[in-house]
Every structure is written in structure tokens, then in C-alpha cells.
Nanobody, 122 residues
């Protein structure tokens, strides 16, 4: 069973930056599509970024130009660098992975971590 662990969440002021990291134990993430999903209480979970096994990224329109997803295969991690954060980016962020499928739709992912809270507020 693939276990994913997120880290790096926290509180930041609008315009600030945070970097989230996703790690896995006993599996190498470079064999999986990895996505970052987020959810606000009472709302649907949404995909914000994903990266293919070849390193090709895709971003939701709401974060394009502000967020960057990347792999570090040597550390077996996938990071999400978030710049110019807005209050509407406040959510629980989840790392997700799938061995076959690719895309931002949340149903594509067979594995998901426990999530990390990101709060953007002045």
C-alpha cells in the first residue's frame, strides 16, 4: 500500500510563499503520476497541479503562474512551490498518486495522503 506524507503547510500572509512536500515510503514516486489536490470545508476537492512520470506539469487555471510542481527523484519527493498566495488558496492540501492515469480530476488518483493545512490570511 502506497503511503503518502505531506509536509510544509502553515499560515502565511497574502502575497507570501509556501512550499509543500510529498514523500512516500517503500515506493518510488517517479513511477507514479503525482498530483496536489485541495479542499475547503463544504466544497468539492479540486486538483491544482500534477506532474507526469516524464516530469510534465499541468496546472489549474486558478494557480497557473503562481504554483510550481516539481520532482526530486533522488529524495523521492514531489514539491509544490506556492507563490503570491491569496486568501482563496486557503485549504487542506493533499498529495495524491496514481500508477497509470494522469490529470487534475480528483477521481483519477488511487492513493492520497492525510493532508496539510494552508492558511492565507492577514
Amino acid at each position: 500500500q502506497l503511503q503518502l506524507v505531506e509536509s510544509g503547510g502553515g499560515s502565511v500572509q497574502p502575497g507570501g510563499s509556501l512550499t509543500l512536500s510529498c514523500g512516500a515510503s517503500e515506493f518510488t514516486l517517479d513511477s507514479y503520476t503525482v498530483g496536489w489536490l485541495r479542499q475547503v470545508p463544504g466544497e468539492e476537492r479540486e486538483g491544482v497541479a500534477c506532474i507526469s512520470t516524464e516530469g510534465i506539469p499541468t496546472y489549474a487555471a486558478s494557480v497557473k503562474g503562481r504554483f510550481t510542481i516539481s520532482r526530486d527523484n533522488a529524495k523521492n519527493t514531489v514539491s509544490l512551490k506556492m507563490n503570491s498566495l491569496k486568501p482563496e488558496d486557503t485549504a487542506v492540501y493533499y498529495c495524491a498518486a496514481d500508477p497509470v492515469r494522469y490529470g487534475l480530476a480528483t477521481y483519477l488518483y488511487d492513493y492520497r495522503g492525510q493532508g496539510t493545512q494552508v492558511t492565507v490570511s492577514s
